[in-house]
């Protein structure tokens, strides 16, 4: 019983375990880098990664949780500005004009038929990836990167897009759609090793009765 109870533990341990951080509220400095919102938040992580789960629904940005990705610009620095956001029936674009560290962003004039919210995030080199929540009805504005090093502008990595879609909107594919929860291999390999020691402390205590 006590072998038992030790692979228990062990395996409690090796289960993948998915914490939730918070956001905070930008400070004056990046508050307004992007016109025009109603809201500037700073991640809790350095990138607002996508796997095992939405690193912008960990950290509930602006208190939301059902973000959904739609896809970068910029990314790596570099590349294709124009991001299309396709729904069943419907399509919509989101662009920039600029460089790495300033410019003007636009999106479709009826984008806000699909969406209820739209939040606009920029990650670089440093710090945390910032996250822009759209004024509603807006559809171009003004950004400049709210990375800042010493005070001084950094260039942005990439742009992303994310969005709460509207009752009226259907997703035509992914990446409409959450990215579900991927344990990593070597969590699944220890775990199963658990189970199979529960397999065995449970035969062999058989074997002894």
Not at 19 to 42: L, Y
Not at 84 to 91: E, L, M, V, Y
Not at 127 to 153: A, C, E, H, W
Not at 161 to 168: C, D, N, T
Request: some cysteine; glycine content about 10%.
């Amino acid at each position: 019983m006590r072998l038992l109870n030790k692979i228990l533990v062990v395996a409690a341990f090796v289960i993948p375990t998915y914490t939730h951080a918070a956001s905070v509220p930008c400070d004056v400095a990046i508050a307004n880098k992007v016109t025009a919102n109603m809201g500037c938040e700073v991640g809790s992580q350095k990138n607002d990664k996508l796997n095992p789960t939405l690193a912008v629904n960990d950290d509930a940005m602006f208190g939301i949780t059902d973000w959904e990705f739609f896809g970068k610009i910029f990314e790596g620095g570099s590349g294709d500005n124009s991001l299309a956001i396709n729904f069943t029936g419907d399509s919509y674009t989101f662009s920039a004009s600029g460089d790495l560290q300033m410019g003007t962003w636009a999106m479709s004039s009826d984008i806000w038929d699909a969406f209820d919210e739209i939040m606009l995030v920029f990650k670089g080199g440093n710090p945390n990836f910032t996250g822009y929540r759209i004024s509603t009805g807006v559809t171009s504005g003004t950004y400049m990167t709210p990375q800042l090093k010493d005070g001084k502008p950094q260039d942005i990595s990439h742009i992303t897009f994310y969005g709460v879609i509207g009752a009226e909107a259907e997703c035509q594919a992914t990446p409409c759609a959450p990215i579900p929860p991927v344990p990593e291999p070597s969590s699944i390999a220890l775990f199963m090793l658990g189970i199979t020691g529960v397999g065995c402390a449970v035969r062999r205590r058989k074997n002894k009765q």
